[in-house]
């Protein structure tokens, strides 16, 4: 994935610098975020749980860049003189950097859902399950080239794409609301139904790391 860029106040070089790094920061934290999304997917669907282990240290990292990135932001906005592309740039980066550290909490989230549903035989859902979870991954990967390349259609595409998880949660849910005579505990349905939310939310959330994109390019939110 390249590096974006744009085109800052030529008069302050300090100041085209310093967003090029922060261009480099969210890159690298979307990064951390889409191999929290992989190790949850292997510890949920591969019942890894070594891979669940994994990921409060990743998330930690994450949130690391989170706050970075915040602060960077904020003191490039007042300490500086951004043009008001670069504006633009970097209310859009302080938006789509909550939306990849909810996405890493998420992954969190489903690495815990994986350890509890551990001891449970495979549900008749999972494999359904399972393409939503690779449908929301690759949302996000689309999102962040997106992002990398600066393209603006393929921001927006997003929307289109999430249609397929929304219409998967759906089903899904619906499969294990009517579910008759559970035999044993009733957690597995529980946390089914927690884990396909927690997708459904990840690919919302890539769908608005594609909009900030279309309103970095553009100006126009969506």
Do not use: W
Not at 99 to 117: F, N, P, Q, T, V
Not at 130 to 140: D, K, T, V
Request: glycine share 4%; proline share 5%.
């Amino acid at each position: 994935m390249k590096a974006v860029h744009y085109s800052s106040n030529p008069q302050i070089p300090e100041l085209a610098r310093a967003i090029r790094r922060l261009e480099r920061d969210v890159l690298r934290m979307g990064a951390l975020v889409e191999q929290s999304f992989r190790l949850s997917h292997q510890a949920l669907f591969a019942r890894n749980l070594t891979a669940a282990e994994e990921l409060p240290r990743l998330d930690k990292k994450i949130d690391r860049f989170y706050r970075q990135i915040e602060s960077d932001c904020t003191a490039i906005m007042t300490l500086q003189a951004p043009t008001a592309q670069d504006l633009r740039c970097l209310s859009a980066f302080m938006q789509l950097v909550r939306d990849l550290e909810r996405i890493g909490d998420y992954a969190e989230d489903l690495a815990e859902i994986a350890i509890k549903i551990f001891p449970y035989a495979p549900h008749p859902s999972m494999p359904d399950i399972e393409a939503m979870s690779l449908h929301a991954q690759s949302m996000l990967a689309t999102s962040l080239k997106a992002l990398g390349d600066l393209d603006e259609g393929g921001g927006r595409r997003l929307k289109h794409l999430d249609d397929t998880v929304d219409d998967a949660y759906d089903r899904v849910y619906q499969t294990l609301a009517q579910q008759r005579d559970v035999p044993g505990v009733v957690e597995p349905i529980v946390l089914l139904a927690l884990a396909i939310r927690c997708l459904e939310r990840m690919a919302d959330h890539a769908t608005n790391i594609g909009q900030r994109v279309a309103y970095i390019v553009t100006g126009q939110r969506s």
